[in-house]
């Protein structure tokens, strides 16, 4: 039985040598560009890896249940805060932005730039 082998990006069935893979060079071509554009992250990817990170760096810094983290700190180690899942406000108004279970509310103390970081509680039922 013959193998009968076909262009990987064009279907076509291939003549000549057996070790070919693509028609020409054309179609090598074409396939690799297909290829870097289906590799590309696409926004629903982008925004899924942030709100991971996020989280992740907010558990870390987050281990008693309420801190107080300088902001420099957060967005070092690559915090976005635009980046959050739902909020919750206080009694007294405060936003607090949350990306899943850990919510942070930004505040300036003595000129600097902090996040106050919380944990979900039940209360804040939405
Ligand atoms: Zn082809």
């Not at 039985?1 to 070790?19: A, N, P, W």
């Not at 074409?30 to 991971?52: A, C, I, W």
């Amino acid at each position: 039985m013959i193998d009968r082998k076909m262009c990987k990006f064009c279907g076509k069935e291939l003549q000549g040598r057996s070790d070919k893979i693509y028609c020409d060079v054309h179609c090598k071509s074409s396939y690799h560009y297909k290829r870097s554009l289906e590799g590309k992250p696409t926004f629903y990817n982008k925004v899924d890896k942030q709100l991971k990170l996020n989280r992740r760096i907010l558990k870390s810094f987050n281990k008693a249940g309420k801190t107080t983290v300088r902001a420099t700190v957060l967005l070092r180690q690559g915090f976005s805060p635009k980046f959050f899942t739902h909020y919750w406000k206080n009694g007294r108004g405060d936003v607090y932005l949350f990306v899943y279970e850990y919510g942070f509310l930004k505040k300036t103390e003595n000129g600097r730039d902090k996040y106050v970081l919380v944990q979900w509680q039940d209360y804040m039922d939405m």
